[in-house]
C-alpha cells in the first residue's frame, strides 16, 4: 500500500506544478487563433532559414560544449578519486563553484579575461604579438559554457566511482591491467551511469541557456530566438512556443539515449567501493604532471570567479590588464540594498533542494524496486521538467494559478515565494533524480534483502540500509539542484511579485543591466559564491565523515 500511496502523491505533485501549467503553453503551439488544432506553425518554422540555422547552431554548440566538459570533469575525477592526492576535497570543492555564477554573469567576467581586449589578450599582444580568438561566436559560448556546466559530470562521477567495488579494480590490476587500458575497460564502464547522468544534464542545459548567448551577442540560437520572438511579438507569438516544442523534444531524447545505453546493463555491486578500496600514489614525475594538469585546469575555470572578485573591487577597469583603481564601496551598496535577497536564496534553495531529493529517492526507489505499472511514466515526467524553460514554466503558472487564492486569506498564490520555490523544485528535479537514480542503480537488491531476513521493515531498511548507502548520490542530486537554483534567473524574473521577495539571481541581474551597477553586482555575485562553497564544503566533509564511520564500524 505504501508504494501505492508514494506514487499517487508524486503524480500528483507533477500533474499540479508541471503538466498542467506546461500544457496550456504548448497547447498553443498546435492551435490557431480560433482553437483549431494546427502543424502549420511547426511548417512556418523550418520554412525560415533563421530558425534552421539557430537550430543547427543550439545542437552544435550543445554537443560540443558536452565533449569539452567531460574532457574538464573525466580526468578530474579520476585523479582525485582514486589516487592518493593532498588537497582532493578542496580540489573537488573548487570545481563545484562553476555553478553557483550565473552562466550570464560567467560570459562578462570571462570577456575580461579572455575577451578581444580582455587581460590574458592585452598581455600576449604585448608580450607575445598574437591574440586568441576564444571569446568569438559560437566558440566563445562553447567556452563558457563547458567552464560553467563541467560540474554536472564531476558530481555524478565522483558518487560513481567512489562506489565502484575495489576487488574488481584489485583484479584487473592482478591480471596486468595498468594506466589507460585500466581505465578504459574496468573504472569507467563501471562508472558509466554517473557519467551518462552528469553528460545528459549538460547537453540539456546548454541546448536551452538563454543568458550566456544574450550576453554575447548570438541570436541565432533557439533559446534567444523564442525569448525575443516571446517579448518582441508578444506572448500570444505561435513560433516561440513552437520553438519551446522543439527544445523539449530535443532534451527527452538526450535523457531516453542515455537510458538506452544503460538498459540491459547490470552496474550493482555487492560492496560499497569506498570503504575497501586502496587508493595509489603517483610516481614523482605522474605527480609533477598531474598537479600540472589540475592547476592549470583550476585557473581556467576559476578565471570568471577571478574576474568578478578583481571586478567588485575596482573602481575603473577598461583597456588594461588589471582594474586602474579599487573601492569597497560596491560591497557597502550591497549591504544597504540587498540584505534580504541572501536570506531569500538560502530559504528557496534549501526548501526546493530537500524537496527534490526526497521525491528523486523515491521516484528511485519505485523504478528500480517495486513492479507497479507505469512507475517508468513517474522518470519520463519528471526528466521532462529539465527540458521546459523557466519563463515557460512560470507563464505557465501564472495562468494556471490566476485569481487562486490562498485557503482562508485573500492573498493571491502568484503573489506570494511559495510558487518561486516551486518553480526551483519542478525545473531541478531531474537533476536530484539522476543522481539517486545512479546511486540506487550501485546497491545490489541483496543488502536490502538481507536486512528485510533480520526482521527489518521496508520503512525501517530504506531508511537505516538504503539512505546511508546512497548518501554520496543524494548529497550530489542536492548540491546540484541547490547550486542551480541560486543561480535561476528566467523564472525568478516573471514570478517576483515584490522587491521583498528577489534573490540574489536577479539582485545580480538587474545590477548588471549599467555598466554602473556591474561593480555592486559583482559583490553581490561573490558573496553567492562564499555562500554556496561553505556550503558544498561541508557537505563533502558531512559524507566523508559518515563514510569514515560506516568503515570503522565494518572493521569493528
Known sequence: MGPWIAFGLILAFLLVFLLLPVGTVIYTAFVTE???????????????????????????????????????????????????????????????????????VGAVALQLIFGK????????????????PIMDGLVGVTFVESIHYFPFILLNLVASMRNIDGAMEESALNLGARGWRLFRRVIFPLAMPGYLAGAALVFVKVFDDLGTPLVMGITNMLAPQAYLRITSVGVDDPLGYVISVIMIGFSILALWLAARVMK??????????????????????????????????????LAPHLGILLMSFAQVWSFSALPDAYTLEHYATVFSDAKGMIGNTLLYCVLAAGLDVVIGTAIAYLILRTRLPARQ???????????????????????????VQLPGSDTLVVQTWV??????????????????MAALQQVHVSLEEAAQSLGASRLSTIRRVMVPLMAGGILAGFVTSFITAAVELSATLVLVSTESQAPMSLGIYLYMQSIAGRGP??????????VVALGTYFSHRFVERSRATVASTNKA
Open 419 to 436: 510558487l518561486i520555490m516551486l518553480a526551483y523544485a519542478v525545473r531541478r528535479l531531474p537533476y536530484a533524480l539522476r543522481s539517486c
Open 264 to 301: 540491459g546493463r547490470d552496474y550493482a555491486t555487492l560492496q560499497k567501493g569506498g570503504g575497501a578500496l586502496q587508493k595509489r600514489r603517483l610516481g614523482q614525475w605522474e605527480s609533477v604532471l598531474a598537479y600540472g594538469w589540475i592547476v592549470a585546469v583550476l585557473l581556467i575555470v
Open 521 to 530: 553586482g559583482a559583490a553581490l555575485a561573490v558573496l553567492a559564491v562564499i
Open 377 to 403: 511514466w513517474l522518470d519520463h515526467l519528471a526528466s521532462a521538467a529539465l527540458a521546459i524553460p523557466g519563463l515557460v514554466l512560470a507563464i505557465g503558472y501564472l495562468r494556471l494559478f490566476k485569481g
Open 117 to 132: 581586449n580582455g587581460s590574458v589578450n592585452l598581455l600576449l599582444d604585448d608580450w607575445l604579438g598574437f591574440t586568441i
Open 34 to 104: 480560433t482553437g483549431a488544432l494546427t502543424l502549420g506553425h511547426f511548417g512556418n518554422f523550418f520554412n525560415q532559414s533563421v530558425f534552421r540555422e539557430s537550430f543547427f547552431n543550439s545542437l552544435w554548440v550543445a554537443l560540443a560544449s558536452t565533449f569539452f566538459a567531460s574532457v574538464i570533469a573525466v580526468p578530474l575525477a579520476y585523479l582525485t578519486v582514486r589516487f592518493e592526492f593532498r588537497g582532493a576535497l578542496a580540489i573537488q570543492t573548487l570545481g563545484v563553484l562553476p555553478l553557483i555564477m550565473p552562466p550570464f
